[in-house]
């Protein structure tokens, strides 16, 4: 049902900014929330942002005020806005979305795209 495709990772200098997309193969309507996680080298996998029905979004603590996440329907393709990043923000940036069939919830996963913040 959904393929995810990241990319817009790479190396940036503390501070600058980079732009992370996530094209799916299916309208974004198709899904209940899309979201972007990451994780760092021995850390768990944590929520960075949510966008539902491509309007209503939320970002966590950590990078509230730095990211914004925001979609463009007709392309299918949800961003993360990256600004004012800081070495902690180094991680494997991951799209996801789920949706509800049938009272269950399926998971789609992108493939990681390693963002790494360092001078």
């Known amino acids: 049902q959904g393929h995810l495709v990241e990319s817009g990772g790479g190396l940036e200098q503390p501070g600058g900014s980079l732009r992370l997309s996530c094209a799916a193969s299916?309208?974004?309507?198709?899904?209940?929330?899309m979201a972007w996680y990451r994780q760092a080298p021995g850390k768990q996998r944590e929520l960075v942002a949510t966008?539902?029905?491509?309007?209503?979004?939320n970002v966590a603590d950590s990078v509230k005020g730095r990211f914004t996440i925001s979609s463009d329907n007709a392309k299918n393709t949800v961003y993360l806005q990256m600004n004012s990043l800081k070495p902690e923000d180094t991680a494997v940036y991951y799209c996801?979305?789920?949706?509800?069939?049938?009272?269950?919830?399926?998971?789609?996963w992108g493939q990681g795209t390693q963002v790494t913040v360092s001078s």
């Open positions: 299916v309208s974004i309507f198709s899904f209940n929330v």
């Open positions: 996801n979305a789920w949706d509800l069939r049938i009272g269950v919830r399926n998971d789609y």
């Open positions: 966008i539902i029905s491509g309007d209503r979004t």
